[in-house]
Nanobody, 115 residues
């Protein structure tokens, strides 16, 4: 599978961005999709995850501000990010988990939040 992430950019604190992750394969064939982020000098953290059943979970740092969703018809997973903070600045990656537990990560998209 190939994953194409897009939607990153530069935004002021308090602003919003929507990231997209388009899959080359039908997304319902995967057990989950997740968004991760990695800031310079920091470890990669999972931000949000959505399962094939539509269940979602979020890192505490983004609860109430970010929302993960998917459009099965477009084979795309989204991350709506609201009330952005400078500490949200990172490269964001999407990752697909197959039914045989193989993870595939796409290229990242840079999100920069200015104060």
């Amino acid at each position: 599978v190939q994953l194409q992430a897009s939607g990153g950019g530069l935004v002021q604190a308090g602003g919003s961005l929507r990231l997209s992750c388009e899959s080359s394969e039908t997304i319902i064939s995967f057990i989950s999709f997740a968004w991760y982020r990695q800031a310079p000098g920091k470890q990669r953290d999972r931000v949000a995850i959505i399962t094939v059943n539509g269940n979602t979970a979020y890192a505490d740092s983004v609860k109430g501000r970010f929302a993960i969703s998917r459009d099965n018809a477009k084979n795309t997973v989204y991350l709506q990010m609201n009330s952005l903070k400078p500490e949200d600045t990172a490269v964001y990656y999407c990752e697909a988990m197959s039914k045989n537990l193989v993870a595939t990560r796409g290229q990242g998209t840079q999100v920069t939040v200015s104060s």
